[in-house]
Every structure is written in structure tokens, then in C-alpha cells.
């Protein structure tokens, strides 16, 4: 099944604060792993997320963290975020939700 991907504007301001090198390997990662199996979970590129209701998953790419939830067939990319400031991403967002 091929999802659709969706970003939220503060993924958008997260992705436009890379630089162009970064930008293309965090398209090019989601293209890759999300739009087919966003689910699949392995050992070192998609983690399910547990302790927190929201976001459901988190995709490594490089040192960039990819944040996102699945809900039927719509991947919503929630934040892109540096691996340094992802501990502190999530406990805001748990705050916030």
C-alpha cells in the first residue's frame, strides 16, 4: 500500500533549517521507508515509540530523528529534529499534547 506523506508546518521550519545535503537524504529516507512500510519496525532505522501516546515512530536518518504517526494510509510527519535535541523534542511535546 502506498501512503500518503504529509508534513506539518513545524516539520516544513524543521527540514528548511537543514542544509540542502541533509534536506535531500531526509526526502529521499521518507520516500524510502515511509511510503510503503512505515510500520516495519528494524533494529536500527524505524523504532516504535513506547511511554508516549504521540508521536508512534521515529526514523533515523543519520543524525537527523524523523517523528511521525500512521493513521490508515497517512503518514504525518510531526518533527525533524537533530538526534542532540530529540530527548528534548519529545518531552515538550508530551507537555503540549
Request: charged share 35%.
Amino acid at each position: 500500500m502506498r501512503h500518503e506523506i504529509l508534513l506539518a508546518p513545524e516539520a516544513l521550519e524543521d527540514l528548511s533549517r537543514r542544509d540542502a545535503v541533509r534536506r535531500a537524504e531526509v526526502r529521499a529516507a521518507m520516500e524510502k521507508h515511509l511510503r510503503h512500510e512505515p510500520t516495519k519496525v528494524s533494529k536500527s532505522r524505524i523504532k516504535l515509540l513506547r511511554d508516549v501516546r504521540r508521536p508512534g515512530y521515529r526514523l533515523r536518518v543519520g543524525e537527523i530523528r524523523v517523528f511521525y504517526d500512521v493513521s490508515g494510509g497517512v503518514v504525518e510527519v510531526l518533527a525533524i529534529v537533530p538526534k542532540s535535541q530529540a530527548g528534548k523534542w519529545l518531552s515538550e511535546w508530551e507537555v503540549a499534547e
